[in-house]
């Protein structure tokens, strides 16, 4: 066990503590008091690095590593340390804690890299508060719009608008912070694969080709909340059995063959009033449906809400489709990739090219700087859950790879 291994171990125990469910899983809600400690940790471990490090409207932290001439494009890496609800330890801390650490191993090989190097940790990558997810990375590529600051809400009704100035933060700002892609040459993010496939091939590195990406969507329903004793079978408008059909429906609908690399989950679901004697007034539920194909996706979504409006039609209720998300499928940028390839030749490390289920702030990156991602296997493919679980042995792979991807593309 070196001390590589140690530190990575002291990284991810020490940011598993900021959590509001302790014992059950890593909960850490972006603006919560969670993610300003795990956030305060990393600013304070980059200083100790000797980055210079800055915090944006949205809550983006960079830290700078200054190259020989700053005049040149940045290459970033990073990725996020808010978890959903009752996550894992791993799932955006590897990136941004791998990060550090193949600046460090970088800076112990005396390496000078010619253009800045950066390490971000990037603001609310989980949808668990707002509905939809990469908040961090969308303020800084231009894709959050004035309308979105309003619409994006939380559990209390409260939007990013009001939940950024209750942070004393100008949200008007996060409209306008956009990184400028001519001054950044080059995205890499280390992440978990939060499934199962490197760990079935005996693997220990995946590097990423595709990313799927996710359609978020809030259905509300209405009926008429009743007494469940004294109200007739046939005079009830309950929104519940409606709510699942829906639910059912987006299980066929992706085990349907209409797409076959299409996923579909209800993951929430809220009852208005809650109580057991009660027909439901109103019920809330969120669908996520990803896809590597934005063509399939499209057609699913537009599937689940003409059923829908049947479903509600026939059941004479009404009904809300809100879509907080609806992103497309993101592509790899290639000349890096065959670089990330060679230096797993030259490490010794096996590899396999591969899709990306879950999305992460690289999909949203992509979008303006060539970006990419490393994988490092997850124990049973669990991930969103606490036991999800990445051995350090394969941590200290995916970083040491990191660091030599980077040294080679900031030479
Ligand atoms: O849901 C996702 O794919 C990511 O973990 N936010
Ligand atoms: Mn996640
Ligand atoms: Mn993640």
Known sequence: MNFLHLRVEEHINHLATFTSTPGHGVTRLVYSEEDRQAKSYIKQEMRKLGLDVEEDEIGNIMGIWHGKNPELPQVWTGSHVDAPLHGGKYDGVVGVIGGLEAIRILKE?????????????????????????????????????????????????????????????????????????????????????????LENKGIPIGIVDRIAAPSEIQLTIWGEQRHAGSTPMDLRKDPMPAAAEVILLVERLNTSGISSSSVGTVGKLHVTPGASNVIPGMVEL?????????????ELIMELEKSVNDICERRDLSWKWKINGNDSPAVMDVETLHVIKQCAKELNYPYLLMPSGAYHDAMILSRKVPSNMIFVPSQDGISHAPEEFTSTFYIVKGIELLALTLQKITA
């Open 109 to 197: 090989r005396g390496v000078q890299p010619k253009c800045d190097v950066v390490l971000a940790v990037f603001s609310s990558e989980e949808p668990t508060r707002f509905g939809v997810g990469c908040l961090g990375s969308r303020a800084l590529t231009g894709m959050i719009r004035e309308e979105d600051l309003d619409r994006w809400c939380d559990d209390h009704g409260q939007s990013l608008r009001q939940v950024l100035e209750s942070n004393g933060k100008q949200p008007e700002k996060v409209l306008r912070q956009q990184i400028n892609p001519a001054k950044v040459k080059q995205f890499i993010e280390l992440h978990i694969e939060q499934g199962d496939v």
């Open 286 to 298: 969120t669908v996520d449906i990803r896809d590597v194909d934005k063509a399939k996706k499209d």
